[in-house]
T-cell receptor, first 114, second 114 residues
């Protein structure tokens, strides 16, 4: 199992550009989520999905879109990049949304918006 | 209101000593799960330990144990016999109802001194 994979590892964008951060898991996990990590802020939830075709907003969804057409993939789209979106982005997945289900994280994507 | 509070931004510990990282949480749900993750300087998120709200005993995983005090709503992580490789950020997290997101604290940076 590759676990949770994220691409790219690092990206530089100009303000106003759009891009998609890819996330895939091969563990047949129903639950997937996107977080961003900023210094001193911990991990903040952007969007999450409890299964294919179902997504919901987290704490900081503005400027981001998601879709979940398959169980395996959960891409995060930046519609028009802003410097405030400079951050490290983590994708995570778990078997289900149960209280005791451990979330497994991808290696992260470091994004710099100029 | 913050659901997860980690009051120690940074901690130092001597190698081979034990250290306690504090975590308090806020929930009115009687059923919840508490998690600790480690983030070394390489950036990946590593799951350490889980405690369920109905678990009768404190969770232990090797050198990690969780000091769970339900009435005080605290879930402190205890690392015994600290090693240099324990130097990292540590995050406490909680999941309340089924299919709700994992909510993180802001983290504690632990530095182990030789």
């Amino acid at each position: 199992n590759a676990g949770v994979t994220q691409t790219p590892k690092f990206q530089v964008l100009k303000t106003g550009q759009s891009m998609t951060l890819q996330c895939a898991q091969d563990m047949n996990h129903e639950y997937m989520s996107w977080y961003r990590q900023d210094p001193g802020m911990g991990l903040r939830l952007i969007h999450y999905s409890v299964g294919a075709g179902i997504t919901d907003q987290g704490e900081v969804p503005n400027g981001y879109n998601v879709s979940r057409s398959t169980t395996e993939d959960f891409p995060l789209r930046l519609l028009s990049a802003a410097p405030s979106q400079t951050s490290v982005y983590f994708c995570a997945s778990s078997l289900a949304g149960g209280r005791k289900e451990t979330q497994y994280f991808g290696p992260g994507t470091r994004l710099l918006v100029l | 209101a913050q659901k997860i509070t980690q009051t120690q931004p940074g901690m130092f510990v001597q190698e081979k000593e034990a250290v306690t990282l504090d975590c308090t949480y806020d929930t009115s749900d009687p059923s919840y799960g508490l998690f600790w993750y480690k983030q070394p300087s390489s950036g990946e998120m590593i799951f350490l330990i889980y405690q369920g709200s109905y678990d009768q005993q404190n969770a232990t995983e090797g050198r990690y144990s969780l000091n769970f005090q339900k009435a005080r709503k605290s879930a402190n992580l205890v690392i015994s016999a600290s090693q240099l490789g324990d130097s990292a950020m540590y995050f406490c997290a909680m999941r309340e109802a089924i299919n709700t997101p994992l909510v993180f604290g802001k983290g504690t940076r632990l530095s182990v001194i030789a």
